[in-house]
């Protein structure tokens, strides 16, 4: 009973500071607007340019006062039924707790809102003076009253913190709640209000941080921008990282208190509120810290591409560079990721029932129609810009790319080609997209191979809309005879997983290893009457690597399962899975004839066997020819693994 009368009394203070709240925050936003409207309209502002004043401080400044007011308006009408408490509205108890708290933060927010805005109030001034010599008959708006920027970015960073103070009061508050879903929906205000934090401090506090050094007269090579990874310098980089894995983890925890909440489960809730509080506090400290150390990309050793001056070109440039380089090497980590933390997050049911459940809808949408055999779902204009932004992505993240012919006569457009590409290596993504290259244009005008890859990439979500917008089919006997009908000519990595598996052998043992054993892709050309041409690429093997490489188990878990396990590739700064400063080098041999058949029919074995062997004795010599100019391979030798 003892107990009993605490938690009472301990929900009655939390109810008294709650209405606190209320009774001095609703009223606080107009007086704090009217101090905006003091410090920034000059004493012989009319009326009606009192009520323009949202729309003269600029963008941001408007933004945040609609925000502010919008807020506070919907704060005030979930306020007034508390407040108005009578016997008659017949509320109940734990509704009464949801709106006051619901106001409460409400009307926190639409103040801090309303701050921002004074923060970032920056009149456009006009110098324009009439015809006449008289003043202009607007009144000059000025910010002069209000700190500098450098003293506004520091507030902004202390009001980010105050963000995850009163993140953590809400938690606080929710021990003594009695309903769960009052819990619930303070769990949730308490991750809004982190939320509007961490954006608070580093995107606005970042901004007024970067104008008051543009003030100072400093050389900025670039504006502020929220999205900007790797740039900035190592510290900022580091914190930046620090405080958005916070950030992360503190949504994570929230999310196991609403769970926690919803299934009536109470174990040690006490210690997972403080153990996110701190993480929120946490994550604050450390994003408010990397705003001061951001530093200029030209001096800044982390820019993997020197960036020009800031504009809406540049900014395009360098996304473009970022965009094809993410499309080709994250989707199967964020598949992987999405996967564990559901599981990590969600009880097993649940987690298998959304995935299950998803997944179904995903692959009965993209399904019909086959179009891993017929390339159905291409989509040419995303196929255009992708082969458009790929060179500059390549350039700047592998230092050159260049595609080079060692034949002497020109590949006939009307002719059947079958281009084998080797080493396979971990991420043998250079064979499909090596027919978009400018380079691979030039030399072969009228001539766009179908890449052929394996199947697993057309069960991989995300990484399977992208391969098949691209044009990338599955590799099949139909799927090859039906792409070399429809395009004339294919691209595939004939030596497979196989070859895959023995790609750690260019670190260990420096060796550049090249499977031979497969001849199905010989058999089918020669059916066909399509020449082979053999396609070497020299600097991919070395831009990414398996974390764990362990040869032995990857090779017998290959001939059990068929795929290689370990396989967790890495590349740039050891753990992510952009890939490692490498220049490639793309070198198409001259076509290899085949005898005549007629199409459709198998050839003889014979003819197979000296086919296969001329293509790979075709491989050997563009790599001992090319090697020696290859600086990265000067002492790694070929390997014909048996």
């Known amino acids: 009973m003892a107990g009993t009368g605490v938690l009472a009394q301990d929900s009655v203070t ?23 409207l003091v410090a920034h309209c000059p004493s012989s502002a009319k009326a ?3 009520l323009l004043y949202p729309f003269k401080g600029g963008r941001h400044h408007f933004i945040f006062q609609v925000i502010a007011w919008a807020i506070w308006v919907a704060a005030l009408a979930v306020a007034l039924p508390v407040a108005l408490h009578r016997r008659w509205l017949m509320i109940p108890h734990a509704h009464v707790e949801v709106l006051a708290g619901a106001a409460a933060i409400g009307s926190v927010i639409a103040e801090l809102f309303m701050i921002k805005s004074l923060v970032v109030f920056d009149p456009k001034i006009s110098t324009e003076v009439a015809t006449n010599g008289h003043e202009p008959a607007s009144p000059r708006y000025s910010r002069g009253r209000l700190p500098s920027k450098p003293l506004a970015a520091t507030a902004v960073i202390g009001m980010g913190l105050l963000w995850a103070a009163v993140a953590g009061a809400v938690l606080l508050a929710t021990e003594f709640l009695e309903n769960n879903v009052t819990k619930q929906l303070y769990f949730v205000l308490s991750g809004v209000c982190l939320l509007i934090g961490v954006t608070t401090t580093h995107g606005l506090g970042g901004q007024l941080r970067h104008a008051s050094a543009l003030e100072a007269g400093e050389e900025i090579s ?8 790797f740039q900035g310098g190592v510290v900022f980089a580091a914190t930046q990282a620090l405080g958005w894995g916070l950030f992360s983890g503190a949504l994570l925890c929230l999310t196991v208190l609403v769970i926690s909440a919803a299934r009536g489960m109470a174990y040690c809730i006490r210690c997972w509120i403080f153990a996110t509080g701190s993480v929120m506090l946490a994550s604050q400290l450390f994003l408010g810290v990397s705003i001061w150390m951001f530093k200029d990309d030209i001096k800044s050793g982390l820019n993997a591409v020197r960036q020009p001056r800031a504009t809406a070109a540049a900014a395009a440039r360098r996304s473009n560079i970022w965009f094809p380089i993410l499309m080709m090497y994250v ?5 992987f990721f999405a996967l564990f933390s559901t599981f990590a997050v969600l009880p097993a049911s649940y987690a298998t029932a959304v995935w299950i459940g998803g997944s179904t809808i ?22 255009d810009w992708f082969a458009h932004n790929l060179a500059p992505a390549l350039d700047a993240w ?71 917008w691209c044009g990338v089919r599955q590799v099949a006997r139909r799927t090859f005879v039906r792409a070399l009908n429809d395009r004339g000519s294919v691209i595939l990595v004939p030596g497979g997983q196989a070859e895959l598996i023995h790609t750690g052998r260019l670190r260990s ?38 974390f764990v490489d362990l040869p032995g188990m990857q090779a017998w878990t290959y001939k059990k399962l068929g795929f290689p396990v370990p396989y967790l590739v890495v590349g740039r700064w050891g753990m992510t899975p952009f890939p490692s400063k490498a220049p490639l080098r793309f070198i198409v041999g ?11 029919e198998q050839p003889r074995e014979a003819d197979v066997s000296a086919i296969h062997k001329q293509f790979y004795d075709a491989l050997e010599a563009l790599w001992h020819k090319h090697q020696p100019s290859y600086p990265d391979y000067s002492d790694v030798k070929l390997v014909m693994h048996d």
């Open 14 to 36: 939390i109810a008294t500071l709650t209405f606190a709240a209320i009774y001095v925050f609703l009223p606080s936003l107009p007086v704090t607007h009217c101090l905006g």
């Open 48 to 50: 009606k340019h009192l």
């Open 331 to 335: 989707p199967v980590h964020l598949w």
């Open 222 to 229: 670039q504006q502020w921008r929220f999205f900007q990874p």
């Open 398 to 468: 592998m230092g050159n790319v260049e595609v080079v012919y060692a034949g002497q006569e020109k590949l006939d457009p009307s002719s059947k080609y079958v281009f084998g590409y080797a080493p396979h290596g971990l991420f043998p993504i250079g064979g499909p997209y090596l027919p978009l290259l400018p380079g691979w244009k030039k030399l072969f005008p009228g001539i766009t191979p179908v890449p052929l890859v394996a199947s697993v990439l057309f069960f991989t979500p995300i990484i399977r809309d992208f391969v098949s």
């Open 590 to 600: 001259a076509p290899i004839a085949v005898p005549s058949n007629p199409v459709g």
């Open 509 to 546: 043992r420096k060796e550049f290893v090249i499977y031979p054993k497969h001849q199905g892709f010989v058999r089918l050309a020669m059916q066909q009457n399509a020449d082979l041409v053999p396609v070497l690429c020299l600097g991919e093997l070395s831009a990414l690597r398996n």
């Open 362 to 383: 995903y692959y009965l949408s993209t399904v019909f129609g086959e179009p891993e055999h017929t390339g159905k779902r291409e989509w040419p204009a995303f196929r």
